[in-house]
């Protein structure tokens, strides 16, 4: 596991846009589960909605997307509702 004394989302964000999901997962998820850090509990549970890197896991993404809107809530909270809806990962 890679390890970081802050969560540095640019190059967390640079590394998915360069197509490097799986660099950039490694630092989400470090962010969110080492550092509970909001932005990136919110990134992992985008990539477990959309299959990013990993499979699609609609639980996993609304674990993230719970703790994101604990922390801060915003889109964490939009997209949670969205999921309600649409019945996923309930």
Same mark, same amino acid.
Do not use: C
């Given at each position: 596991? @890679?390890?970081?004394?802050?969560?540095?989302? @640019?190059?967390?964000?640079?590394?998915?846009?360069?197509?490097?999901?799986?660099?950039?997962?490694?630092?989400?998820?470090?962010?969110?589960?080492?550092?509970?850090?909001?932005?990136?509990?919110?990134?992992?549970?985008?990539?477990?909605?959309?299959?990013?890197?990993?499979?699609?896991?609609?639980?996993?993404?609304?674990?993230?997307?719970?703790?994101?809107?604990?922390?801060?809530?915003?889109?964490?909270?939009?997209?949670?509702?969205?999921?309600? @809806?649409?019945?996923?990962?309930?």
């Amino acid at each position: 596991m @890679i390890e970081y004394e802050v969560f540095d989302n @640019i190059t967390a964000d640079a590394l998915f846009l360069q197509g490097k999901h799986k660099e950039a997962f490694e630092r989400y998820f470090y962010g969110a589960t080492g550092l509970h850090d909001s932005r990136a509990a919110f990134d992992v549970a985008y990539m477990y909605h959309r299959g990013f890197h990993v499979p699609t896991n609609y639980p996993l993404a609304r674990k993230f997307y719970r703790a994101a809107a604990a922390l801060e809530g915003g889109a964490a909270l939009f997209n949670l509702a969205l999921m309600e @809806i649409r019945g996923l990962g309930a």
